[in-house]
């Protein structure tokens, strides 16, 4: 019995080719896409599932509150409170922390035995309970004392064979930084970074215990100041987080609450975000480790999916039951023999998911073939391993056979419902409700088609507002040269000299951070005569004379710092002068104060500056000030020229013949800034191309449906024709109600987009406005795509010679 409906099956399938293309190439095209975004997804999936005990790791997060200002919610806290928290909390079962060294300074790290030196990002200096908290997998040494002693080191597998080229590099010497402040460290072990996912993803660790910022960290004892660290603790089995996390006020207000009011800092709030949740719902949290996904983001390419999948279901049911007519005989002499309605809708909905299934394999070498291209659009380094994941092949093969169902439910419904005499009389053989669910479909696909290209026009709109807004500073045609060392520091001078003297650089400054760089220095201030149990958070960053006119920021009173100034002259953003409530024409002969009561220096405004974006346009401008600094970590070229190729070169070239074993480390300004909104440009892309996707989809089921309307219709156009009707009116005829679904489809699915896409554009402070027009350029994008598609058929039809489908009456 299951051998016939197969052989029936494939025979029908065979013999309806256009039919059976137009449906497999709908459904390939839908499983295509959900394959490659459940390959996605899965990728996001999992993140620091591996450690022991991992429901009962977090990471302590600090919410800063201050009266008439936003709070400030980070990922980081005072270096204390980790331990602390242990101490206080027989709940805590161990504490640990990690601070990102590349916020501070560039380390030049190379092997004792070699003279090549690099900068290595995503370099931590962890306590030696690191491995205590979390589960790494090592391949050399041993991870319960690896980070015990100062001066040691654990790196990451691909880092020891860049730095030694072999297996076995235990208790080998590496040079940690430059100059008189170089470090010896010993290595202590060896990790498999590519083993599990974790949001920490180091580089390499650095015991805590080591001079310099560990030190500093361990010796810190301040609850409310210098909130940089990364805070994790591992709690007790079976203890409830949640009435741990009540009890944190009671111990912020027991051990800092001193510490905050000779800050002048507001309220401090501490909470626990468990560890596996940091990668996907970490959305308003600042100062992250490394690339974080979204949990939104996930859902909507689930969601795309799924929509697109339905289109594609969308496509058979409308082609299967407007070609009911064809198997009308072959239902009615089957029923006549005795075949009962279970039995027709089991071959039925066989054959439908006989072709889902094919679909499912057909899109598998398919999606490996695309994995480069894949990649690129999602910033992954996905595999054709990833395709046998347990999950993938059980979720593959459950899309493969609802999807058979769902597309063949309602087909097999009808058609196992048609009469037997009716059938074989050639009467009317469908229900008269079922044009109009096939219409109600067809609007179906355009309101998700509209929907979807209204939302790639507002993501576009936003990523390139984000591109082409006025940043405050003139990011084209800047170079920023990562300094890096003391020795090319104390060569400034000398490098802006020589740089200067390269046909094509317009002018030379530096400063501690690069644009895009996330500044964490900052100070408390207070104004003269004012409460310094209340100061206000402003962000630091120091740089050179001539930093403005090189970045392109405008003086909007007083004037640039000199070689005669002193770092007790500070120039200011307008965002300060708006946080001390000071005008601008007193600026200049205003002052802010720094420290406490005891001891205090009293900084001098010497000029301000304009507001600039120093951060992502996610954030609002905050209070900045700039202070002289005479050993910076970055230089920034302003260049115009057309040969950058020359220019680099001649760079290099200057570079190599002043400072010597540090490596020539340069980045393009733009591009930097362009990185900041990688998940938008990421989101914009994967919705370009999966909305070409599903309007393609809808384009073959629009183009399979006309073909069996016109056929259908082929006499009445041939009657029209001989009657006078022109080709114009027959088109005309053919196309209209596709013309009104269009219409209906442009009402249902303007307002759903509009909602979604100003939900999604509350997370940006500087944002677009979404406008009339792309709903309307939206519906008319639908509107031409199904004139084409309907007209062309359409029009064929209409010039087809009436006596061919006359003459068989």
């Given at each position: ?497 020589s740089f200067l003297n390269i046909p094509g ?235 009104k679904l269009v219409l209906v489809a442009f ?52 010039v087809a010679n009436p006596v061919k489908s006359?003459?068989?009456?």
């Open positions: 019995m299951f051998k016939n409906y197969l052989k029936i099956a494939w025979r029908n399938l065979t013999k309806n080719k256009q039919q059976t293309i137009i449906n497999l190439l709908g459904l390939t095209m839908g499983t295509l896409s959900c394959l490659a975004i459940l390959l996605y997804v899965f990728a996001q999936l999992g993140y620091d599932e591996h450690h022991d005990n991992a429901d009962g790791l977090f990471r302590v997060e600090t919410i800063i509150e201050r009266d008439g200002q936003q709070p400030y919610e980070s990922s980081t806290s005072s270096p204390p409170i980790a331990f602390a928290l242990k101490e206080d909390f027989p709940e805590v079962q161990e504490a640990t922390r990690v601070v990102l060294t590349d916020v501070f300074y560039s380390m030049l790290m190379r092997a004792a035995d070699s003279e090549d030196s690099y900068y290595e990002s995503r370099v931590y200096m962890a306590d030696s309970t690191f491995f205590k908290v979390f589960d790494f997998k090592f391949l050399e040494g041993d991870k319960k004392t690896a980070l015990d002693q100062p001066n040691s080191v654990v790196l990451s597998s691909s880092l020891a064979d860049k730095l030694f080229g072999e297996k076995d590099v235990l208790n080998k010497a590496i040079i940690w930084g430059s100059g008189d402040g170089a470090l010896t460290l010993t290595v202590k072990g060896v990790f498999d970074e590519k083993a599990q996912k974790s949001h920490l993803n180091p580089n390499y660790l650095v015991s805590m215990g080591t001079p310099g910022m560990g030190t500093f960290v361990q010796n810190f004892d301040n609850f409310a100041t210098n909130n940089f660290v990364y805070s994790y603790v591992k709690l007790a089995p079976n203890v409830n987080a949640s009435q741990l996390e009540d009890k944190l006020p009671g111990f912020i207000q027991v051990r800092a609450s001193e510490d905050l009011k000779s800050a002048g800092m507001g309220n401090k709030i501490l909470e626990l975000q468990k560890v596996k949740d940091i990668h996907l719902y970490s959305e308003g949290r600042n100062n992250q480790l490394d690339k974080v996904s979204d949990i939104t983001f996930l859902y909507f390419l689930l969601s795309l999916a799924f929509f697109i999948q339905l289109v594609a279901c969308v496509n058979f049911i409308n082609l299967s039951t407007a070609r009911a007519s064809k198997r009308a005989r072959e239902i009615g002499v089957r029923k006549v023999v005795g075949a009962g309605k279970n039995s027709l809708m089991g071959q039925f909905l066989g054959e439908s998911v006989l072709l889902s299934l094919f679909a499912m394999f057909i899109s598998i070498p398919i999606v490996i073939l695309l994995l480069p291209l894949i990649n690129d659009l999602t910033q992954e380094s996905l595999t054709y391993l990833h395709l046998y994941q347990w999950q993938i092949i059980v979720l593959l093969l459950t899309i493969g056979v609802v999807t058979g169902l769902a597309a063949g439910i309602y087909p097999a419904i009808i058609l196992s419902s048609i009469k037997p005499v009716r059938a074989l009389k050639s009467a009317a053989i469908l229900p008269s409700g079922s044009g109009n669910f096939r219409k109600a479909l067809v609007v179906f696909q355009f309101v998700v088609s509209i929907g979807l290209v209204a939302t790639v026009i507002i993501i576009s709109q936003q990523f390139k507002f984000a591109q082409t807004k006025d940043l405050g500073y003139k990011k084209d045609n800047l170079i920023a040269l990562r300094i890096g060392t003391e020795d090319a520091s104390s060569k400034f001078e000398s490098l802006k000299s650089v317009t002018s030379v400054a530096s400063g501690n951070y690069a644009p895009s760089e996330m500044i964490l220095a900052d100070n408390g201030f207070y104004l003269p005569g004012g409460n310094s149990e209340n100061r206000t958070v402003v962000k630091r960053n120091g740089v050179s004379d001539g930093y403005f006119k090189t970045m392109g920021i405008p003086l909007v009173k007083g004037r640039d710092f000199t070689a005669a100034d002193t770092v007790d002259q500070i120039i200011v953003n307008e965002a300060t002068l708006k946080a001390f409530d000071i005008k601008l024409e007193n600026a200049l002969s205003s002052t802010l104060i720094q420290g406490t009561d005891e001891e205090t220096f009293e900084m001098r405004i010497i000029g301000v500056v304009a507001d600039y974006h120093f951060a992502s346009l996610r954030e609002e401008i905050q209070p900045l000030f700039l202070h002289k600094e005479t050993e910076p970590n970055w230089l920034f070229l302003k260049t115009n020229t057309d040969n950058y190729a020359s220019l680099i070169a001649g760079m290099e070239d200057q570079w190599k013949s002043t400072v010597s074993n540090v490596p020539f480390d340069y980045r393009f300004v733009d591009k930097e800034v362009e990185r900041l909104y990688d998940e938008e440009k990421r989101l914009g892309l994967i919705s370009v191309a999966f909305t070409f996707l599903a309007i393609f989809i809808s384009c073959l089921g629009l183009f399979g449906l006309i073909s069996y309307v016109t056929e259908q219709k082929k006499k009445e156009i041939g009657i029209r024709k001989v009657l006078g009707a022109s080709v114009h009116s027959v088109v005309q005829m053919l196309t209209k109600d596709f013309v009402l249902i699915a303007s307002p759903i987009a509009y909602l979604l896409m100003s939900k999604w554009l509350q997370g940006f402070t500087y944002r677009i406005e979404i406008e009339w027009w792309v709903f309307v350029l939206s519906g008319g994008f639908a509107l031409v795509i199904t004139l084409l598609t309907v007209g062309m058929q359409s029009l064929r039809s209409a006359l003459r068989t009456e």
